[in-house]
């Protein structure tokens, strides 16, 4: 967790810099041994012209990351994370996992970040018969699962995957808040809402 923190401060002090932020070694990353104030939600507000729910298109979504929701079973919610605003729908966005919400100060400036867990895009384009676009887990050079730090500026809203179930049962014993972690790849569902099927194409 230390080396996550220390990139993403690196990250934030020196913004220019084009390395990945896995690539940048610990070594010369800021060390940060303070505290630290954990939260288990964070909310979203996005303008979403087309719904009309919304006050003047603006909408409100609470994502949530807690060991336990509502004293039973721990939920981790996807986001839609902005990589570059430059570049249109999921071309300009990633997708991640939510792990936690946490926040802590340095030097007189508060960060507000989220652990989070990657999903990589699996090719260049959406699924040509869903015309949705597929990710899978992401991994590290190690095979350990890629794992960040990031800005909650940096998230856009909330996604949601559908597994692809492939040809074999599901087997029983699975619960639905394991699903994140038990499939090989996921459809990022663009008709959930009207403001995804915008922005994830």
């Given at each position: 967790?230390?080396?996550?923190?220390?990139?993403?401060?690196?990250?934030?002090?020196?913004?220019?810099?084009?390395?990945?932020?896995?690539?940048?070694p610990?070594?010369?990353?800021?060390?940060?041994?303070?505290?630290?104030?954990?939260f288990?939600?964070?909310?979203?507000?996005?303008?979403?012209?087309?719904?009309?729910?919304?006050?003047?298109?603006?909408?409100?979504?609470?994502?949530?990351?807690?060991?336990?929701?509502?004293?039973?079973?721990?939920?981790?919610?996807?986001?839609?994370?902005?990589?570059?605003?430059?570049?249109?729908?999921?071309?300009?966005?990633e997708?991640?996992?939510?792990?936690?919400f946490?926040?802590f100060?340095?030097?007189?400036?508060?960060y507000?970040?989220?652990v989070?867990?990657?999903?990589?895009?699996?090719?260049?384009?959406?699924?040509?018969?869903?015309?949705?676009?597929?990710?899978?887990?992401?991994?590290?050079?190690?095979?350990?699962?890629?794992?960040?730090?990031?800005?909650i500026?940096?998230?856009?809203?909330?996604?949601?995957?559908?597994?692809?179930?492939?040809?074999?049962?599901?087997?029983?014993?699975?619960?639905?808040?394991?699903?994140y972690?038990?499939?090989?790849?996921?459809?990022?569902?663009?008709?959930?809402?009207?403001h995804?099927?915008?922005?994830?194409?």
């Amino acid at each position: 967790m230390s080396d996550l923190v220390g990139r993403f401060l690196f990250q934030q002090l020196n913004p220019d810099d084009p390395r990945d932020p896995s690539d940048i070694p610990v070594a010369i990353c800021p060390r940060y041994d303070g505290k630290i104030l954990v939260f288990n939600s964070a909310s979203s507000r996005f303008y979403s012209p087309s719904d009309l729910s919304g006050f003047f298109g603006m909408r409100t979504e609470h994502i949530r990351a807690c060991p336990s929701w509502r004293n039973e079973h721990p939920r981790h919610d996807c986001v839609f994370v902005n990589v570059d605003s430059d570049l249109p729908g999921m071309r300009g966005l990633e997708v991640a996992c939510v792990i936690a919400f946490f926040s802590f100060s340095l030097r007189a400036v508060r960060y507000p970040c989220a652990v989070i867990r990657w999903f990589d895009k699996v090719g260049d384009d959406a699924d040509e018969d869903t015309g949705m676009w597929v990710v899978r887990p992401g991994y590290s050079a190690n095979h350990a699962p890629a794992h960040a730090v990031i800005h909650i500026d940096s998230i856009y809203r909330a996604a949601h995957l559908i597994p692809m179930y492939g040809t074999q049962f599901v087997p029983w014993e699975l619960k639905f808040y394991q699903s994140y972690d038990s499939f090989r790849a996921y459809y990022v569902n663009k008709f959930v809402d009207h403001h995804a099927f915008e922005i994830a194409f």
